[in-house]
């Protein structure tokens, strides 16, 4: 898979967070989708997949 692609599906799970609280501003995913060299911070358990 590129890059991008990787990069984009990663943005998605920080947006399906269980917490709101963890869930990156629209600010903050605009910066992430146009500056490749800003690190993302690793995704905690999505609501989707929550028991």
């Known amino acids: 898979m ?3 692609t990787v990069r ?3 943005i998605g799970l920080l947006c399906v967070q269980d917490s709101p609280n963890e869930r990156p501003l629209v600010s903050s ?3 992430f989708l146009e500056n490749g060299d800003i ?3 690793p995704p905690k358990e999505s609501v989707y997949f929550a028991e």
């Open 8 to 10: 984009c599906i990663h």
């Open 39 to 41: 690190s993302l911070p």
């Open 29 to 31: 995913i605009m910066s």
């Open 2 to 4: 590129p890059d991008e």
